[in-house]
């Protein structure tokens, strides 16, 4: 297998598509406005982002094997890799395509970058709910930065009426049965990786499924799939858009109900389902899934330091500033940040799934698609999600995808300060399910 930082020496500039160029740089510039990079000539650009190689004891240069594929040409990636190809295809769930484009259609570079980016518009455009087009996009962008470019049958996406497809040449690097619950990221292609990355559209923490199967989770679809095939040498996920079923007890019912009818969450129509042994055996499968997501959040939250190193820079910047702000906090706050340090280290405060409706999910997914948001942007988001109800620091984190230090500190102290927010229960900084609602009177003002 060709490593993606092999140096093509006879491949140059006049090999790549400028266009391309053009859009990832500015793509660049607008999630980096002030990065030196900038200002860089295309070729010395090209070398910082690892799409152009230098050959140290010949002094020859030339364009990297991951350079081709994002920046290049069908025509001209093939000679070096004549397996490449891409594929988009969708149908209404018979034999004939509804649309369908590839490669090597010759209307666009066919390149992997203009693949994404139209595949993405694709999505967007097609799925009405923000954090359904943005697992399907992170599934994308997970079957392009691990496939094996050299192997046979190329990189495919399937939309159909029930499910999608996603199939690339390669065999995963990790074990079937923990891509779901990885956090160790293993890389075939490391700059391609780099370049997406830069761009903020993937991360090197090996969570993109993991997140792919909690939020599937929380719109109740069944757990998406994944099949290696050996001999073909190929790794097909399947993303189904049809809910799977699951008892539900008694006991969970009037629990549900009650959270239903409090919150005007959009899940209190549920279904009594059949108790067969077919659906017990989903049952299971669903609980299991549902508890592994629990326990492993705590982790998780303790994780992100690692996972997100640019945003926690511009966190700790901010904190600077806040503690500052922080030495004359009113009394009630400060106890108030003592009860939710120790709520977060006690293991049994975990957030419930059910009580997150897709209305709450969705307001945040800007949030969880950018690590490195505004202040301004974020309190807004944080704003709009407390319209719709009052919610718990641990469902802040959960929702931005933040950890609650970082959620705190940053946002809700200050919010509280401006009276934006306040406590469900202000006179009870301590209290089990305190919360932070939106203070309709400071509209009112």
């Not at 906090?329 to 059910?354: F, P, T």
């Not at 401006?418 to 089990?432: D, E, I, T, V």
């Amino acid at each position: 297998m060709l490593q993606d930082n092999l140096i093509l020496e006879h491949y140059g500039l006049n090999e790549l598509n400028f266009d391309t160029i053009k859009s990832y740089r500015d793509r660049f510039a607008e999630v980096k406005p002030a990065h030196p990079w900038n200002a860089l000539e295309t070729k010395e650009f090209l070398y910082k982002v690892g799409a152009w190689g230098k050959v140290r004891d010949t002094h020859k240069e030339g364009v990297t094997l991951a350079g081709l594929l994002l920046f290049s040409e069908e025509r001209i990636i093939t000679e070096v890799l004549p397996q490449y190809f891409l594929e988009y295809r969708e149908s209404k769930g018979n034999e004939e395509w509804t649309e369908r484009f590839t490669s090597q259609d010759g209307t666009w570079s066919g390149n992997i970058f203009d693949f994404y980016f139209h595949i993405h518009e694709i999505v967007r455009n097609s799925e009405p709910q923000p954090s359904i087009a943005s697992s399907l996009t992170e599934v994308l962008i997970n079957m392009l930065i691990h496939a094996d470019y050299n192997g046979e049958g190329g990189v495919i996406l399937e939309k159909q009426p029930s499910h999608y497809v996603f199939s690339n040449p390669g065999l995963l690097l990790v074990p079937t049965d923990s891509v779901f619950s990885n956090t160790v990221s293993q890389l075939r292609n490391p700059n391609i990786v780099k370049l997406f990355s830069l761009l903020g559209l993937c991360e090197r923490s090996g969570s993109g499924l993991k997140k792919v199967k909690q939020n599937w989770s929380l719109h109740h679809y069944k757990t998406p799939a994944i099949d290696q095939d050996v001999s073909m040498h190929r790794t097909v996920v399947t993303l189904s858009l049809s809910t799977q079923e699951r008892q539900v007890s008694s006991s969970e019912k009037d629990t549900y109900h009650t959270s239903a009818t409090d919150s005007g969450n959009n899940f209190k129509d549920v279904e009594k389902y059949q108790n067969t042994p077919e659906n017990n055996v989903e049952i299971d499968s669903y609980n299991k899934n549902k508890y592994s997501y629990n326990k492993g959040l705590i982790e998780e939250f303790k994780s992100y330091n690692n996972d997100v190193n640019s945003f926690d820079k511009e966190d700790n910047y901010y904190n600077n500033e806040s503690n500052l702000y922080n030495n004359d906090v009113n009394s009630y706050i400060n106890n108030h940040n003592s009860y939710n340090n120790e709520q977060e280290e006690d293991s049994s405060n975990l957030v419930n799934v059910e009580n997150i409706d897709t209305k709450l999910w969705d307001i945040a997914a800007l949030a969880r698609e950018k690590k490195r948001l505004s202040p301004n942007q974020m309190e807004h988001i944080i704003l709009e999600l407390c319209k719709e109800k009052p919610l718990m620091l641990k469902e802040f984190a959960y929702l931005l995808e933040r950890t609650p230090d970082g959620v705190r500190n940053n946002y809700l102290t200050k919010l509280l300060r401006k009276g934006q927010l306040q406590l469900k229960y202000p006179n009870q900084p301590n209290h089990p399910k305190q919360a932070y609602l939106f203070n309709k009177k400071d509209i009112e003002k």
